[in-house]
């Protein structure tokens, strides 16, 4: 079994920090990057962090790291970019675990590259949230090497609780894809059903009591309807990361000729979410453009 003492972690957004915090809490000595420096210097335990300006830097006192960033496009500067983790020297027994919410076909792609450089590597997106982040209760969606995992799992055991295997490299991301595009659904159905609902004269407030015991329970009914009936539409995980997973659906259907109706609709709805300025606003926000077409507001 892989043994740890320092760990790098690139990404200290909203899911990076409470990662950040478990594995401190963990034992573990971070040595810690991202773009805004201040998210650093907010860590507590400040004599158990070493902060890198850069990736390339990060190798300097570890040889396992974890990215937790936006999208591909991210993930892909910080490995083969300006000071990235792969221009440099590369340590003996590099181990990386990208646990970003990205595109399948870049993940396969960065594991084969990886696998020839003799460099160990697992895809591992998250689901949970913020709150998940915070209290290390993540559930972890795996692709790799079972062997690799199985040197993995110290690591995310500090921040998940519900660790699945789901397969070669880049079927971790495939589940992530799955869950994201089913929440998003599930959110939509919800803004239509209880727009509908408030119109027709039911307090939202009941009809959420009454469906959390009924076959229209999900996520959605149980997690965000209490926010959405308190006007409370701060991130939580905001509508332009929501809108870049449902388009990585859209994208993957696309590859395989695979039509999917609701998906599509979907990410339009997401898009012009965006369009409207709620990007930054919680998921949930979707809402508001069935309050706005429907006159009405759903809220207790």
Known sequence: MRTYEKVGLIGLGVMGYGMALNLLKAGYTLVACDVNQERIKMLPQQEKVIAAENPAQVLEYTNTVITMLPNSPHVL????????????????DLFLIDMSSISPDVTREIGRKLEEKGIKFLDGPVSGGQSGAMNGTLTIMVGGKEEDLQDAMPLFEAVGKNIIHCGQCGAGQVVKVVNQLMSAINLISLSEAFTLGTKAGVSPEIMMNVIKGGSGRCWAVEDRMPHILEGDFEPGFTIDLHTKDVKLAVDMAKNMNLPLYATNLTAELFKTAQVKGYGRKDNCAIIKLYEELGGVEVRK
């Open 77 to 92: 500067e910080v490995l083969e970019g300006e000071n990235g983790l792969l221009t440099g020297e590369i340590p003996e």
